[in-house]
């Protein structure tokens, strides 16, 4: 149920707080050439951000995706690189989802100012993970 509900990348419209608008279609990947799904999310904030999915692993119920350039811009990390999996849980029936990301201050410098150093970074993907465990949960419960 918790694969079901995470795996389709533009899924995440239904289950996160913080997404006021999310267009899916499909371009061509900078990186490789291939035509690979690409979300445009607009955030509450009105912050932008444009992500492609880099895997959908049914078997592993792993969602990979990743930051496009250029948007690094709107947000307070940049190189971010993001994966969900869902697992078996402490108890019959229940699930675990890790959502782990990987990103540099939006600087990419040691010596970023305040607002694009690790601190604000690491503050906007917590704030995002956690509205959307929340959310997730919440939508996963109804």
Not at 9 to 24: E, G, N, S, T, Y
Not at 33 to 45: D, E, K, V
Not at 122 to 140: C, H, P, S
Request: charge should be neutral.
């Amino acid at each position: 149920k918790v694969w079901q509900a995470i795996k389709q990348f533009d899924a995440i419209r239904q289950w996160h707080p913080d997404i006021a608008k999310l267009v899916l279609d499909n371009r061509v990947d900078k990186e490789t050439g291939n035509t690979l799904p690409h979300r445009a999310i607009t955030l509450n904030s009105g912050l932008t951000l444009l992500e492609k999915l880099r895997e959908a692993n049914d078997e592993e119920m792993k969602l990979d995706y990743k930051l496009v350039d250029g948007a690094e811009s709107t947000i307070a990390v940049s190189n971010y690189r993001s994966v969900m999996q869902v697992k078996a849980g402490p108890g019959a029936g229940e699930s675990t989802v890790v959502w782990t990301a990987r990103f540099y201050n939006k600087a990419n410098t040691m010596e970023a100012p305040a607002g694009q150093d690790n601190p604000a970074a690491n503050a906007a993907i917590n704030a995002f993970y956690n509205a959307g465990a929340a959310g997730l949960k919440q939508f996963l419960e109804k």
